[in-house]
C-alpha cells in the first residue's frame, strides 16, 4: 500500500508517518497492520511543518519527503501519482492566527484540499481520508454532537475546515471518489508546535515563565492524545465506510481552568504564574463529539488517559529543550 501524507511533518501528520512505520512508541495495539510499501510526505514546511518531527523515521526506505504546497496544482498531480490513500492533514490550524489574518487559511484549507480532490479523482486514488475538526460545529451547551449535526463554525479557521469538509464529501456524492472524513477533539501530546495551550503552558512553566489564560478559564475542551487521534484515523483508514464521518475523541472534558490547574501541580508551580488574558473574539465555550458512531463502526476507543498522556507529554518537553527552544526564539517578538 502506497500512502500520501500531506502535512506529514506537523504535528500529528508526523504522529501519523512515525506510527505507519513503526517507530518506537509509534505503534499500538488496536492499529490495522496497513502495511505500507511506501510513505510519501508531502509538507510546505510552514512554521509548524518541522523535518526533526520525522527524525524517528528518517532512515526508513520507505519514507520519502516532498518539499512543496498542497496548492501547486502541477506537483500535486505528479506526486498523487503511483499511490493508493491520500491521508489529508495539510492546514492552517492555529484559531489565533486566523483571526488575525484568515487568507492563509482560505487558501491552504480551501483551494489546497480542492487541488488534493481534483488530483485524487484524476489519478484513481483509491481512498481520501481527510482530517477535520470539532471546530466546525461551533459551541454546544449540553450533550454532544453527533455526526449529522448541522455545521455553524465561527472562527474563520473553523469556516475554511467546514468548507474543507463540505468539498470533500461533494466529491464523494458527485464523484463517486472514496473519501472518509474524521473530525477530533483538541489534541495533545510530544512535537505539537507550542503555541499551542498544553505546550505553551508547559515550556514556559519549565522556563519559569507565566502563562496566559484566556477570560474566565470556563471554556470546556475534550483533550485527546495524538497517538489515539491517529489510531482513530487508522482505523477509518482501514475500515470506515465511504461518505462517512467519524468523530475520534479523547473521554476527557476540562475547563482552560481546570487543565491549567492540573498543568500546575505537575510542574510544581504556582497560580501566581498565571496571568489573565482579554477572552479571544468568538471564543467557542464549549465542545463536545459523540463517538459512540466510531466505537460501534470501528472499534475505536481511547486508550492513554489524560493524567497519564500529560505526564508523558510534560516529560518529553523536559528532556527536548533542543526541539522546543528554538521554535519559541523564532517566534518571539522582536524590536
Same mark, same amino acid.
Given at each position: 500500500?502506497?500512502?500520501? @501524507? $500531506? ?23 488496536? /492499529? ?8 510519501? /510526505? ?7 511543518? =518541522? ?5 524517528? @523515521?528518517?532512515? *526508513? ?10 496548492? *501547486? ?18 492546514? +492552517?490550524?492555529?484559531? *489565533?492566527?486566523?483571526? $488575525? ?16 480532490? *481534483? ?7 483509491? !481512498?481520501? /481520508?481527510?482530517?477535520?475538526?470539532? +471546530? ?10 453527533? +455526526? ?29 471518489? =472514496?473519501?472518509?472524513?474524521? &473530525? ?56 470506515? &465506510? ?19 490547574? !492540573?498543568?500546575? =501541580?505537575?510542574? =510544581? ?10 477572552? !479571544?473574539?468568538?471564543?467557542?465555550? !464549549? ?33 527536548? &529543550? ?14
Amino acid at each position: 500500500m502506497r500512502i500520501l @501524507v $500531506t502535512g506529514g511533518a506537523g504535528f500529528i501528520g508526523s504522529e501519523y508517518v512515525r506510527m505507519l512505520l513503526g517507530a518506537p512508541g509509534g505503534s499500538a495495539e488496536g /492499529v490495522p497492520a496497513l502495511e505500507p510499501t511506501k510513505v510519501t /510526505v508531502l509538507d510546505a514546511l510552514t512554521y509548524s511543518g =518541522n523535518l526533526a518531527n520525522l527524525a524517528p @523515521v528518517r532512515h *526508513d526506505p520507505r519514507l520519502q519527503f516532498i518539499h512543496g504546497n498542497i496548492c *501547486d496544482t502541477a506537483l500535486v498531480n505528479e506526486v498523487v501519482a503511483g499511490h493508493d490513500v491520500i491521508v489529508h492533514f495539510a492546514a +492552517e490550524s492555529h484559531v *489565533d492566527r486566523s483571526i $488575525t489574518k484568515a487568507t492563509p487559511f482560505v487558501t491552504t484549507n480551501i483551494l489546497g484540499t480542492q487541488t488534493l480532490l *481534483d488530483a485524487a479523482l484524476h489519478h484513481h486514488i483509491n !481512498r481520501f /481520508v481527510h482530517v477535520s475538526t470539532d +471546530e466546525v460545529y461551533g459551541s454546544i451547551t449540553t450533550g454532544s454532537w453527533t +455526526e449529522d449535526w448541522p455545521l455553524n463554525p465561527n472562527s474563520p479557521y473553523a469556516a475554511t475546515k467546514a468548507s474543507s469538509d463540505l468539498l470533500a464529501l461533494a466529491y464523494h456524492r458527485t464523484h463517486n471518489l =472514496n473519501v472518509v472524513l474524521t &473530525r477530533c477533539s483538541n489534541n495533545y501530546g510530544p512535537y505539537q508546535y507550542p503555541e499551542k495551550i498544553i505546550p505553551l503552558f508547559i515550556t514556559n512553566l519549565l522556563d519559569g515563565h507565566t502563562i496566559p489564560l484566556y477570560g474566565d478559564g470556563g471554556n470546556i475542551r475534550d483533550w485527546l492524545h495524538v497517538h489515539d487521534h491517529c489510531r482513530g484515523i487508522a482505523l477509518a483508514q482501514h475500515k470506515g &465506510r465511504a461518505g462517512h464521518i467519524y468523530h475520534i475523541g479523547g473521554g476527557t472534558e476540562l475547563t482552560n481552568k481546570q487543565l491549567t490547574t !492540573r498543568l500546575l =501541580n505537575a510542574c =510544581n508551580a504556582t497560580w501566581d504564574q498565571v496571568t489573565p488574558v482579554p477572552d !479571544r473574539k468568538g471564543h467557542d465555550r !464549549r465542545y463536545s463529539l459523540d463517538t459512540t458512531k466510531t466505537h460501534h463502526e470501528l472499534g475505536y476507543t481511547p486508550t492513554i488517559t489524560l493524567d497519564h498522556g500529560l505526564t508523558d507529554t510534560i516529560r518529553w518537553y523536559h528532556n527536548n &529543550r533542543t526541539w522546543w527552544q528554538p521554535l519559541k526564539a523564532a517566534s518571539a517578538p522582536t524590536g
